[in-house]
Nanobody, 123 residues
Framework: QVQLVESGGGLVQAGGSLRLSCVAS????????MGWFRQAPGKEREFVAA????????YYADSVKGRFTISRDNAKNTVYLQMNSLKSTDTAVYYC????????????????WGKGTLVTVSS
């Protein structure tokens, strides 16, 4: 398993932008599909975005399509989530996720989770 550490969360006004980062341990990062999930207070954890090991394929939840961009730098063992045009409904704890078999689009496929980073969007 890989160890994942997220950063980049914070407080931002609606319409603003944030970039989340997730650094993974280990030398096999490029073989893992990576993703971001989020959990708002009182709600279940939900899929946000995912990317294949090579970065050639990306997937997005409908709620963030066109506003968020997932990318990765395998040389730095890092996956990013660029979030633009943020809304109050994007407020949540964002979790980085790794899947050894492909891009994780459902939580049951996730092998490793980060501890999360809080994003708060004020309206």
């Amino acid at each position: 398993q890989v160890q994942l550490v997220e950063s980049g969360g914070g407080l931002v006004q609606a319409g603003g932008s944030l970039r989340l980062s997730c650094v993974a341990s280990g030398r096999t990062f490029s073989t893992y599909g990576m993703g971001w999930f989020r959990q708002a207070p009182g709600k279940e954890r939900e899929f946000v975005a995912a990317i294949s090991g090579t970065g050639s394929a990306t997937y997005y939840a409908d709620s963030v399509k066109g506003r968020f961009t997932i990318s990765r730098d395998n040389a730095k063992n890092t996956v990013y989530l660029q979030m633009n045009s943020l809304k109050s409904t994007d407020t949540a704890v964002y979790y980085c996720a790794a899947d050894r078999w492909g891009a994780p689009t459902i939580s049951t496929r996730v092998d490793s989770w980060g501890k999360g980073t809080l994003v708060t969007v004020s309206s």
